[in-house]
């Protein structure tokens, strides 16, 4: 009898039928029944829990709640095979859904599914670069991004290729699940873990630990909100592990500490820098082989507590800023069963300075003779025939492995002194360079409106323009400077920590409301060694106009800066935005467009 009905009829059905299932799961709450419900149990009892303690409470549960209630992605993976193999293109709750298995349907900026993978520590090898090479031919758009998760995405995947690009991952010995939606993401490490000098720990069985740890464990899934988790080893790249929910650093704990002396990890917590917050120093230490009931434990309070209600504060970070460290600590430490050691900064050993660009160009590894080199990639971006012809050099001149960094490049590793010569010359055949500009080589983009919906700008394509314009109009700049641009408040390209960040806005140019692509600029931001949230200095400039903009900021920095060795960060703190921002405008490149 189905046949009989009209499309609009059937999705009337749908509907009911899932409102029907979410009232069974609530106990009847949604039909008015009073008959108690039963107690949750299995792995998903503890979000369940949650979501009634929410409704109990007198709050409204989100839409995402109510579609993880209806029907679980993980459930309801069978029938979300067969629609997509029908070319059916998903409804807003199963394009929610997809995402628990690493597919986004980016209708309306794509009629087509985004692909984002999970690799731990963001380490490859080559034939698995290459493998994935292959699967974007044969189900998408032949070429692949790197995100700022050291992690990469493949785009323009066709519905019904949607399942078998996922199998075409397995057989690679990779995954994409749970990499999307309110679920934790692709766990970073250290780039160079294991070829460092100045690492205390390699980050490596870390990540690769906490990545099985994950998959292997489904209430861990289906958080109020997504969640990042990053370990950093010490050594000399930066991993960005402040703008995480829960970073771990390696730290060197000294005699006369509460603790034994020796290689501790440091727990931080709260980062979110789209949210204009930075994870802090919780004073908890612990042995690197306790880092994953830690995170178990911190995620579970979380999941009990985090706001189901309202998506703009659901992140853990809200947690922390209504409860304080203090309380939100007692509750991991009623979890775990136990205290956490904690110890003054005093008796921590001061983190070793690290290198803004190590993932540029070579640089000597601790195995004597070896080297590792940093690959530019045009804001991420790589075409099959690219990635093949870069898998090649991994086996042939180096130790095959591909390893991705959060700056959107990647790493050759273990080439030895006498092949670095090849792997230079072997990159730049393939359009790819090894060396950058001072603006080039900080460049960070996310996906921006060409295929995300929330984007207000194309970023991708605005970056380059601004690494052209500047490359070209201010040849006398020699310090590396980061330039972010993302795209909306989502921030996936962290704009708040670039020495210079730009997010997406429509700029009203006509009495009309007519619009054009622009940004707000923010300036200041910093991470590693100095992480700061940048300062707002202009709204709404228009995208035409920014490479200008950026140019008078830089020429204004090289105009007053204190001495060779003052960073535009330190420039920008010293001076303040106002004062900065009218000597930018008083650049004769500015005073000339106005």
């Known amino acids: 009898m189905a046949d009989d009905f009209n499309a609009e009829q059937k999705r009337y059905l ?11 799961l609530t106990g009847g709450l949604a039909l008015g029944q009073s008959a108690p419900a039963a107690e949750p149990v299995g792995p998903d009892a503890i979000h369940i829990k949650a979501q009634e303690a929410a409704v109990k409470a007198g709050g409204k549960l ?29 409804k807003p709750e199963d394009n929610f859904r997809w995402r ?10 794509s009629s087509d599914f985004m692909c984002r993978l999970r690799i731990p520590n963001g380490i490859l090898q080559h034939w698995q670069f290459a493998g994935i090479a292959d699967l974007a031919d044969a189900h998408g758009g032949g070429y692949s991004h790197v995100t700022t998760r050291a992690n990469l995405q493949v785009r323009e995947i066709r519905v019904e290729h949607g399942q078998p690009f996922l199998d075409g991952l397995i057989d690679l010995g990779l995954t994409a699940r749970g990499s999307g ?33 994950i998959l292997n464990d489904r209430s861990l899934y289906g958080l109020p909100r997504k969640f990042n988790v990053a370990f950093d080893g010490g050594g000399v790249m930066p991993v960005l592990e402040e703008t995480n929910d829960i970073g771990f650093q390696a730290v060197e704990v000294l005699e006369g500490a509460a603790v034994a002396p020796g290689v501790w990890m440091r727990l931080v917590l709260g980062g979110i820098s789209g949210h204009r917050d ?56 009623d979890e775990l069963g136990y205290k956490l050691d904690r110890v003054d900064p005093a008796h921590v050993a001061p983190r070793k300075p690290m290198e803004r660009f190590a993932h540029v160009g070579v640089h000597a590894q601790v195995q004597p003779g070896h080297n590792w080199v940093g690959v530019i990639l045009p804001v991420g971006k790589m075409t099959s025939d690219q990635m093949r012809g ?24 273990g080439v030895p002194d006498a092949k670095v010569s090849e792997v230079e010359a072997r990159v730049e055949a393939l359009g790819l360079t090894t060396q950058a500009s001072s ?10 409106s060409r295929g995300c919906k929330f984007a207000a700008s194309d970023t991708k394509g605005h970056a380059l323009q601004i690494a052209d314009y500047i490359e070209a109009n201010l040849k006398e700049l020699d310090v590396p400077v980061n330039v972010h641009l993302t795209g909306c408040h989502h921030s996936c390209a962290q704009h708040y920590i670039g020495d210079i960040g730009l997010i997406g806005a429509k700029v009203v140019v006509s009495e009309e409301g007519d619009t054009v692509e622009g940004y707000d600029i923010v300036v200041g931001g910093g991470f590693g060694d100095n992480p700061k949230i940048g300062t707002e200095i202009w709204k709404a400039v228009k995208a035409e106009d920014c490479p200008g903009r950026i140019e008078a900021l830089l020429r204004a920095y090289l105009a007053s800066r204190q001495g060779m060795t003052e960073s535009f960060q330190a420039f920008t703190a010293r001076t303040g935005p106002e004062s900065l921002r009218n000597l930018a405008e008083e650049q004769p490149v500015l005073k000339a467009a106005a």
């Open 62 to 90: 989100a839409e995402q709640e109510k579609w993880k209630r209806a029907e679980n992605p993980f459930d309801g993976h069978n029938r979300l095979i067969k629609e997509a193999a029908e070319g059916r293109q998903p």
């Open 390 to 413: 870069l898998a090649r050099i991994a086996s042939e001149c180096g130790d095959g492995a591909i390893r991705l960094t959060v700056w959107q490049n990647f790493l050759f590793s």
């Open 278 to 333: 930075l994870a802090r120093d919780t004073g908890v230490v612990l042995k690197p082989e306790d880092c994953n009931k830690v995170a178990d434990a911190i995620l579970r309070v979380f999941i009990k507590n985090g706001d189901r209600t309202n998506r703009n504060k659901s992140r853990m970070k809200y947690v922390l800023d209504a409860w304080g460290f203090d309380k939100y600590l007692a509750a991991v430490e």
């Open 439 to 448: 603006i080039r080589a900080g460049l960070v983009a996310c996906t921006g």
């Open 181 to 213: 939606a309110d679920n934790i993401r692709n766990v970073t490490g250290s780039p160079v873990a294991g070829i460092d000098a100045q690492e205390l720990l390699d980050t490596r069985p870390l990540a690769r630990s906490w990545h099985s740890w």
């Open 100 to 109: 628990y298995h690493g597919l986004f349907w980016l209708s309306p900026a």
């Open 14 to 24: 749908e509907g009911f039928a899932s409102g029907i299932a979410a009232a069974r």
